[in-house]
């Protein structure tokens, strides 16, 4: 028994680094004036799927990823980690994509890829925090979806059913779906396991061909799939800022400061005056 699964994943800006040119002027992110990172709860979606991975030997892992070329690297982190395959979906059209725009280029890819038994992708990019994606996919795929996923309980084949926990406010609930859906994990969920040395070792000059500069690839493993718009059927109106309705007007880096604090002693005197500034800023009276 072995399943085909899809890890969404994403290279996103690391936001505790955001500055004064973080945005370009036509409202998009300047990604190249911040360092770039794997998405924390996609790593957490990696590995339920690494999880699904051990426990049904022949399991496949395709990670797939939108973005620019460089973001291959966190298709090489996942090989890192134990993903079989890797796709990057990168074209010039689709670039200043809101959520509806990515959600639509990626099921597109996906569409491509077929014959998957379930779709993992992190709760929200931090570069965004919208939590769209994920449902958005499952709806242009007409699938089932759990959202805020903190545990794959079970999953049985045959059935074509899986038993999930998730997350919801104040507490969890277990949920059971039918196969094939798509499943958004939690941060808090359990962590990705590390590197494996050995794939390091095995994956670590994987590349797409924008990154080969037209070299031919010795061995077809280190080849990592790279689509563009057209080689995924995508409708050029749907892509890029043309698909986009919404668009970013600004980011910063707020920073929260300490409010001023004052200590007092239990004297007649700190307390009475304590209370002639709270009337007098009429907080109280």
């Known amino acids: 028994m072995s399943l085909k699964i899809i890890v969404l994943a994403k290279q996103v800006p690391d936001t505790h680094n955001v500055g004064p040119d973080a945005m370009t002027p036509e409202g998009t992110i300047n990604r190249s004036a911040l360092p770039a990172v794997f998405n924390p709860d996609d790593l957490n979606a990696l590995e339920q799927a690494l999880q699904l991975k051990d426990k049904f030997p022949g399991s496949t892992i395709s990670v797939v990823t939108m973005g620019l070329p460089k973001s291959a690297e966190v298709i090489r982190e996942a090989l890192y980690r134990g993903a079989d395959e890797g796709y990057v979906v990168t074209d010039r059209p689709l670039g200043g994509a809101d959520t ?13 890829i077929g014959n998957f038994d379930i779709i993992l992708g992190g709760r929200q990019a931090i570069d965004g925090d919208t939590a769209q994606v994920g449902p958005q996919i499952a709806e242009k795929l007409g699938l089932t979806q759990v959202t805020y996923a903190e545990e794959i309980l079970s999953l049985d084949e045959k059935a074509r059913k899986v038993v999930i926990k998730r997350h919801i406010d104040g507490g969890v609930e277990t949920v059971e779906a039918p196969l094939p859906l798509v499943v958004t994990v939690n941060g808090s969920a359990a962590p990705c396991r590390p590197r494996n040395a050995k794939r390091v070792m095995k994956y670590k000059r994987a590349t797409v061909a924008l990154e080969r500069a037209n070299e031919n690839v010795s061995k077809p493993y280190l080849d990592i799939t790279q ?6 059927d995508c409708d050029p109106k749907q892509i890029g800022k043309a698909g986009s309705p919404t668009n970013v007007k600004k980011v910063e880096n707020i920073v929260f400061k300490a409010k001023e604090s004052r200590t007092m002693t239990g004297s007649d005197e700190d307390i009475n005056s304590l209370m002639q500034e709270l009337i007098a800023e009429k907080i109280i009276g």
């Open 100 to 112: 509806l725009a990515t959600s639509y280029t990626l099921a597109q890819a996906i569409k491509k």
């Open 227 to 232: 689509w563009g718009a057209a080689d995924i």
